[in-house]
């Protein structure tokens, strides 16, 4: 008899400890894991996949249009180099801004607001019938993606388990990957026809067409979004624990196929404290949060700035100033090398196969400078005798499309053996070789001497950069506190599209100048952000 009351004390002691622990209140990560994983998560990554490829999109399309737009909008080198760059000074000057957007309006408006503006930039860029008009939008289309483009990342880890977070960033890899694989494909089924008409007077060419398709992604996504939840953790941190509560019931009926009052989870707490010296409730419920306790953890504007200053005073003192501007002078470097000559390669293989048509059967020369030089004197002559030069419909060789595909397929191969072997070497080591070997190649564009020389060259150099680059940012995360690190890379990610910019603009200039110069430019810059990588520090020394 003894024996049966002593288990059924326990039994009540364990149903009694249960309920305790159904009534503590949550933190954002034990409700995010309570959620599931299911359906909601699957239609998360789905609307990724349009909303990932209108961010690549955006800053590759103009490779692919010079080739065929020359003639329409009557373009010199110089303005294909600004064609190409324009869209990072967009996305340069707007950085600051989304940002802080984003912390205080919330995940889902900047993504799902943003891209839809975005797909109107794209559709306006479409219809442009000057260089002007085509360079206005580009630059509106950059400064407008740039917001989607800092959030998506945010958005989609804060929208699942810890323990899911890695495989969801190596989806968006993936994601990436797959866009610069699409592109080439996409131009290649549409560049090549002769669709060109007037509708009220706006001239319709075939590049035009392929820019609306390219809105495309940036359009689905954005109406996908207007009907996902908001970050949770992002209402949390604004005090709506109610708005939160039901994001999470949302995100685990459809996971579970459970009604939303079934969600275990009732009360969470409030994880970032109020700065009210009066108010002294933590822990909000979902029937007692009220509207007074939202408004308190309101900051004002210049508690904002002091707080924000607060936070990041320390990156203008030693060691984190000096590591940062090393950080900063290395992305610029790699990305002014990578992205000048990724997005210049369109118009290289284009130029390519013309040369080597038109110079088929003679003793012509088929190096790299000889075709360069061919295709400056062809770009000239375009502005100069539009009329005699322009006169038929303007078509590339699929070669050129076909080069591009491959490169990217190198690309993929490439991240995944990069995969494979970066913890048996390290990631420093990945860094510095990586850059050294891609600034080397670099320069030995300038002894390409035919197409597929340049091919086998542009491939590999178009790999290590990527794999560089995605190594830097990585090695950036543990080199400074946990405080530092998203405005770290943030900063870092803008100073590498200045460089994007930087490059884009410099080289068409030193093309004119002669055939060594910009892929001296290439090499050096290259090969200076190798010499860095080898004195960055093994390590942090913060947590």
């Known amino acids: 008899m003894t024996n049966v009351n002593s288990k059924n004390d326990k039994k009540e002691e364990k149903t009694s400890e249960t309920d305790k622990d159904d009534n503590e209140p949550a933190d954002f990560e034990k409700a995010l894991a309570a959620t599931g994983f299911g359906c909601f998560n699957f239609l998360l990554i789905l609307a990724a996949i349009p909303a990932k490829l209108s961010i690549v999109f955006s800053t590759t399309t103009m490779a692919y249009i010079l080739p065929i737009a020359e003639c329409d909008l009557k373009l010199t080198l110089f303005n294909k180099g600004v064609l190409n760059a324009v869209t990072f000074a967009g996305m340069i000057s707007s950085a600051i801004v989304w940002g802080y957007m984003a912390d205080t309006q919330g995940r889902k408006k900047i993504l799902a607001f943003g891209l839809l503006a975005d797909a109107v930039c794209v559709v306006c860029s479409s219809l442009s019938q000057n260089f002007g008009m085509l360079v206005t939008f580009k630059f509106l289309g ?213 040369y080597e048509q038109e110079y088929a059967n003679t003793d012509e020369s088929t190096n790299l400078c000889a075709i360069l030089d061919y295709s400056v004197n062809k770009t000239a002559s375009i502005v100069t005798n539009y009329e005699k030069d322009c006169a038929e419909h303007q078509n590339v060789s699929v070669d050129m499309y076909m080069n591009n595909m491959i490169v990217s397929i190198s690309g993929i191969v490439g991240y995944c053996f990069a995969g494979m072997i970066v913890r048996a070497v390290g990631t420093k080591r990945l860094l510095t070789f990586g850059l050294l070997i891609s600034g080397g190649l670099g320069l030995s564009l300038y002894w390409s001497s035919n197409g597929l020389t340049t091919l086998i060259i542009s491939s590999l150099f178009i790999t290590l950069c990527g794999i560089s680059t995605s190594s830097l940012l990585g090695i950036v995360v543990g080199l400074f506190p946990t405080t530092m690190r998203t405005m770290i890379v943030s900063l870092s990610m803008m100073f590498g599209r200045l460089g994007a910019l930087s490059g884009n603009l410099m080289f068409p200039v030193l093309v004119e100048i002669g055939c060594i110069p910009p892929f001296a430019m290439v090499g050096s810059v290259l090969i200076f952000a190798a010499v860095l990588s080898f004195i960055l520090p093994k390590k942090s020394t913060f947590t």
Not at 252 to 261: E, G, L, Q, S, V
Not at 270 to 281: A, G, H, L
């Open 142 to 354: 950059g400064l407008i993606v740039n917001g989607p483009s800092a959030v998506l990342i945010t958005y989609l880890t804060e929208l699942h388990a810890a323990r899911h977070r890695p495989r969801v960033l190596m989806i968006l890899g993936i994601i990436t990957s797959f866009g610069t694989l699409m592109l080439p494909l996409m131009a290649w089924l549409i560049l090549p026809k002769d669709w060109e008409f007037a509708i009220r007077g706006f001239n319709v060419h075939t590049w035009q067409i392929f820019l609306l398709f390219c809105g495309l992604p940036s359009f689905m996504s954005g109406v996908i979004l207007l009907f996902l939840p908001e970050s949770p953790k992002f209402l949390m941190s604004q005090g709506h624990n109610r708005q939160a509560m039901k994001s999470f019931q949302m995100m685990y009926a459809m996971n579970t196929r459970k009604p939303k009052d079934t969600f275990p989870i009732k009360r969470l707490i409030e994880e970032i404290p109020s700065r009210d010296i009066n108010t002294t409730k933590v822990v909000f419920t979902i029937e007692k949060t009220s509207e007074e306790n939202s408004k308190r953890l309101h900051r004002s504007l210049s508690q904002s700035l002091r707080d924000g200053w607060q936070q990041t005073k320390p990156m203008f003192g030693k060691p984190l100033l000096t590591r940062s501007l090393h950080v900063y002078c290395m992305q610029f470097s790699i990305l002014m090398g990578y992205n000048t000559i990724r997005l210049w390669l369109p118009q290289l293989f284009a130029s390519i196969s013309e």
